[in-house]
């Protein structure tokens, strides 16, 4: 599996790995601004076979694809994580990442920023999912409304939605109403 990008000239740009060294994994790359700069980088799910899935951020720089920065593997083969969000969510004028490490074992929200040329941990929260095996999609993400960044995920047991705020270097979870499919999810990212 490859990576492929165009640039502004409409040129394009590829990334392809070695058989057997890594892979490209998830429903699609994320484009979201992490570096704050108002332009989107291209956010992916990157996983070795033996050190399993990272975050992993690329970008269109001096005519390529260059990876700026990277979350550390999770550490075993066959283990994943599923994107949630990039926003301010904490309201300091920088943008934060959020996934969910190994949702169908850890359900571990994951929150990092980019910051001089590396992703940063910032926080971390058990019991939370945002995606079940054999789905091809991910349900849930962000929620911004009246100015305020919330990530939306489910709960560990698939019983309620879960708004998550980061406020004083901490994620902050409230029940957000019962989870009724993944279109639940979805709607909870609109304001309504």
Known sequence: AGLEARDAAGERHRIRFAPNSRVFEDIAPRLWDVTGDGAPEIVVVETDPAQGAQLAIYA?????LVKRAATPHIGSPNRWLAPIAAADFDGDGRNEIGYIDRPHLAKRLRLWRYEAGELRHLSDLDGLTNHR????HIPGGLRLCDGVAE??????????IMAVRFAGGALHPRVFGRYDGPE?????TRCE
């Not at 095996?133 to 091809?136: E, K, M, N, P, V």
């Open 133 to 136: 095996i054999g789905w091809d």
């Open 184 to 188: 639940s999810l979805n709607r909870a």
């Open 60 to 64: 269109l720089e001096a005519g390529g």
């Open 151 to 160: 990530m939306i995920t489910a709960d560990g047991g698939w019983q309620r």
